[in-house]
């Protein structure tokens, strides 16, 4: 599986990317923009092999980074190849990840850097995926969205004059756009953590690490902790956000329903919706079938 940025020419990637999957039997999502490709994919290491190839075949793709880790039962249900103007949306049309990005930094040295009296840690993802896990001291803006990082950048500049900037993502996509952005605010000194939390989760031994909890994934295994195993966390078909088994064991949960989140978001007519879902499922289950609304629908935004 990986995350990975290229310059691409999406339309000729889509057919290129989507015949190896199908060959392949390689079920999840691929994103394709003129500022790259962004996916997660699933399959047998041969076909991943496969898929991998034929990426580094198209213009500008023979450089790609690439993560691998593994799962239980297929995270995916589908294989989806979608064209997008952009990967991640924040909303800033002058933003280019492709012109100037901030200093890449590796684990072992991220861990250097973030140690430092005079380096703000700002954790850039989405404040129900901070809410399992972060870094030592790491900001959490509190945005339910990558659009509302610049307004929040724009309310806080000031409290962090002089300092020097680490932000980190899931796999590194966010923070080429979000270093690119503070550059253009006129931030000298702006770092991100290379491969993201993915890789510094798959390559700092435990014992040496400044992470705390899991990281939210965008599929079924719906977090993975150190080495990439997968985490302990389950996720609320209502609202889609990550629960431990502790919160599936309080009132407010439901499966397919509801959960303490979410109890008060919903109507009944719409949790009415939801047991019929939930039912679907289980009887989908139980035939050995999975439901196709089974899946994930939360992507990095």
């Not at 020419?9 to 999957?21: D, M």
């Not at 490709?37 to 690439?66: F, M, Q």
């Not at 945005?143 to 900037?165: G, L, Q, V």
């Amino acid at each position: 599986m990986w995350p990975l940025t290229a310059g691409v020419q999406p339309g000729l990637c889509k057919s290129a990317c989507a015949r190896p999957c199908e060959a392949e039997g390689i079920t999840g999502t691929l994103l394709l923009a003129h500022e790259g490709i962004n996916g997660t994919v699933a399959g047998s290491r041969s076909g991943l092999d496969a898929l991998l190839a034929h990426i580094r075949a198209l213009p500008g793709c023979d450089d790609i980074e690439v993560k691998f880790s593994t799962a239980q039962e297929a995270p995916f249900g589908r294989m989806k190849v979608r064209l997008k103007r952009e990967i991640v949306t924040m909303g800033v049309p002058d933003v280019d990840p492709k012109a100037r990005v901030g200093h890449y930094l590796d684990p072992e040295a991220w861990n250097t850097l973030i140690a430092q009296d005079d380096v703000v840690v700002i954790d850039t993802r989405n404040e129900y995926e901070v809410a399992i896990g972060t870094f030592d001291g790491a900001i959490d803006p509190h945005t339910k969205s990558f659009r509302e990082f610049p307004a929040w950048w724009a309310e806080n500049a000031a409290r962090f004059h002089n300092k020097r900037i680490a932000m980190f993502c899931t796999g590194g996509i966010r923070c080429e756009k979000s270093t690119n952005f503070l550059l253009s605010e006129g931030v000298q000194d702006v770092y991100h953590l290379k491969g993201g939390i993915l890789r510094y989760l798959e390559e700092m031994p435990e014992s040496e690490s400044l992470w705390h909890g899991a990281c939210f994934v965008f599929d079924e295994r719906v977090s993975v902790e150190h080495g990439l195993r997968e985490g302990p966390h389950e996720l609320c078909r209502a609202c889609r956000r990550p629960l431990t088994p502790e919160d599936c064991t309080r009132p407010e949960y439901e499966r397919g329903v509801s959960c303490h989140h979410c109890i008060d978001e919903f109507d009944d007519a719409r949790r009415a919706r939801f047991r019929e879902r939930q039912r679907q499922v289980e009887l989908a289950e139980a035939r050995g079938a999975r439901h196709i609304g089974q899946g994930l629908r939360k992507t990095a935004q």
